[in-house]
């Protein structure tokens, strides 16, 4: 059964850095998310793409966040500057189409954590 | 906005007998979309049942079946005969028209042997 799969694991990263967190959604689905939990909290909603293009995001989304399908393949999630409270971890997912079937299909999730 | 709310943020229930979670929500939409999502402590999210809001038929999968009072906007997640394998992190969420999910808070399901 084909499945969202996620790059790296786990992230360990200093303050400051840049992070690139990777995802490939399954194959022919055609919208993809970026969620984060910070440990003990609710699965919070960061943004959404569709057809290249953020459909919608979220207040944490700031400046500090970017994203992207480079290849057609990969969803990509760039923290530019991390802080600490970017520690999470951040799941990726995938849709199909916007109409039945429409449930997201997660990947693994990326543990990051900020220094 | 929606708001999504699992008062339970913890439930115990002995092998192979019967739990319910509940979840309310707060919504002025009149189409959506309904999930359970379970989390193992493999942290990856798992889709346990959906239900649209324009059924009146409560979903059943297996074990899982839901109570769906639209009227009352509750979502409650029944689980039968319940396994060692069903204790993880149950989260409830809600399809907004824009297509992303809001969570609830969750619920922390404990089977006892």
């Known amino acids: 059964e084909p499945e969202v799969t996620q790059t790296p694991s786990h992230q360990v990263t200093q303050m400051g850095q840049e992070v690139i967190l990777r995802c490939v959604p399954i194959s022919n689905h055609l919208y993809f998310y970026w969620y984060r939990q910070i440990l003990g909290q609710k699965v919070e909603f960061l943004v959404s793409f569709y057809n290249n293009e953020i459909s919608e995001k979220s207040e944490i989304f700031d400046d500090q966040f970017s994203v992207e399908r480079p290849d057609g393949s990969n969803f990509t999630l760039k923290i530019r500057s991390t802080k600490l409270e970017d520690s999470a971890m951040y799941f990726c997912a995938s849709q199909l189409t916007s109409s039945h079937p429409n449930e997201q299909f997660f990947g693994p999730g990326t543990r990051l954590t900020v220094l | 906005a929606q708001t999504v709310t699992q008062s339970q943020p913890e439930m115990s229930v002995q092998e192979a007998e019967t739990v319910t979670l509940s979840c309310t929500y707060d919504t002025s939409e009149s189409d959506y979309y309904l999930f359970w999502y379970k989390q193992p402590p493999s942290r990856q999210m798992i889709l346990v049942i959906r239900?649209?809001?324009?059924?009146?038929q409560n979903a059943t999968e297996n074990r899982f079946s839901v109570n769906f009072q639209k009227a009352a906007k509750s979502f409650s997640l029944k689980i039968s005969d319940s396994q060692l394998g069903d204790a993880a992190m149950y989260f409830c969420a809600y399809r907004s028209a824009t297509l992303k999910y809001i969570f609830g808070t969750g619920t922390r399901l404990k089977v006892l042997a």
């Open positions: 239900q649209e809001a324009y059924k009146q």
